[in-house]
């Protein structure tokens, strides 16, 4: 959902801007409810289909983040330069932003998504205990990628830092 923001922000500043609160909020409810719907479904599935479908959302979800951040770059590398350093600079440096939030968020997921994309017999020639190990350490890798943009704009971006940290204290 971050990504798709920062793809409508790129695309459309103007529009972006005159977003109102609740809209995000309706985005925010009803993202959960779609995850919620898509987690009662898995439930019901067979664990081969259950290992399908996982698959194909892992895949769906780096195919997303993939082309959002892509289209992000390529837009504000074309994008008409301002005269003035100070924009040259800003755009430099969110440039360099939505490269590594690119790169570490492929990184976090791509492993998840190859381990489910495996075909079954491959999978079930590991042990139980190796089989479990590799799953839950390519499991927190999975779940830190939804910890990676905030990290990424923190450690990047002066300005949220500050907001950072006016929040904290």
């Known amino acids: 959902m971050i990504s798709l923001e920062r793809l409508h922000a ?15 909020f309706k985005i925010i409810v009803g993202s959960w409810l779609i995850i919620f719907a898509i987690a009662f479904v898995m439930a019901n599935l067979s ?3 259950f290992r399908y479908a996982w ?5 769906l979800i780096l195919l997303v ?4 951040y892509i289209i992000i770059i390529v837009n ?8 003035h350093h100070s924009s040259i600079h800003t755009e430099r440096k969110l440039s360099v932003t939505s490269y590594i939030v690119t790169g570490v968020s492929v990184l976090t997921i791509l492993p998840w998504a190859v381990f489910h994309s495996m075909p079954a017999d491959l999978q079930e ?5 190796s089989r479990v190990e590799i799953y839950l350490v390519l499991a927190a890798i999975y779940f830190a990628s939804s910890i990676v943009n905030p990290l990424v704009y923190a450690i990047q971006t002066q300005e949220f830092r ?3 940290t006016n929040l904290v204290c």
């Open 162 to 164: 500050k907001v950072i």
């Open 47 to 49: 664990k081969q289909a």
């Open 65 to 68: 983040l993939t082309v959002s």
């Open 10 to 24: 790129t695309l459309f500043p103007f529009r972006h801007c005159l977003i109102k609160k609740g809209l995000y």
């Open 55 to 59: 698959a194909s959302f892992s895949v």
């Open 76 to 83: 504000v590398q074309r994008s008409p330069h301002s005269q």
């Open 125 to 129: 020639e590991l042990s139980d205990a």
